[in-house]
C-alpha cells in the first residue's frame, strides 16, 4: 500500500516551512508598538481621591488629565514590554501588559517618582 505523502516533493515541504516562518516573524515584527486612547488609574493622596488620565495617540504623544483638566504633554516610546513617557520635566517607567490594555508604573523621576505601583486601565 503506498502512502499518502510518497507523491510529496521535499521541495514544497521546505517551501511549507519557509512560508510558516515567514509568516510568524512578520506578526511578530508587526505587532503594535504604539498605544492609542485613554488610559486611567485613581489616585488617592491625604484620603483625597482624584482620577489621572492619560491620553496616548499613535504619533507617540502623551497628554495628562487630572480629573478631566489638561496637564503635562510630553512623548513616549514602547521597546517589548517596556514604555517610558516624559511629561514635561518628568520621566516615567512603566511594564506594559501583554495585550497592552493597561500598565503599571515601575518608576519615575521628579513627581513621576508619587507614580511607582499605579496601574493604569485602558478606557473603553
Do not use: C
Amino acid at each position: 500500500m503506498k502512502s499518502k505523502l510518497s507523491g510529496v516533493k521535499p521541495a514544497w515541504v521546505i517551501g511549507v516551512v519557509i512560508a510558516l516562518i515567514v509568516i510568524v516573524v512578520g506578526v511578530i515584527a508587526l505587532k503594535p508598538k504604539k498605544l492609542n486612547g485613554n488610559y486611567s488609574a485613581e489616585v488617592t493622596v491625604l484620603f483625597i481621591k482624584s482620577k489621572d488620565t492619560l491620553k496616548f495617540t499613535r504619533d507617540n504623544k502623551v497628554v495628562e488629565y487630572q480629573d478631566g483638566k489638561k496637564g503635562a504633554t510630553g512623548t513616549y516610546k514602547i521597546d517589548g514590554k517596556d514604555l517610558k513617557f516624559n511629561l514635561d520635566s518628568t520621566t516615567i517607567n512603566a511594564k506594559l501588559a501583554d495585550d497592552h490594555k493597561s500598565f503599571k508604573v515601575s518608576s519615575g523621576s521628579g513627581s513621576g517618582a508619587f507614580a511607582a505601583g499605579l496601574t493604569y486601565t485602558l478606557e473603553d
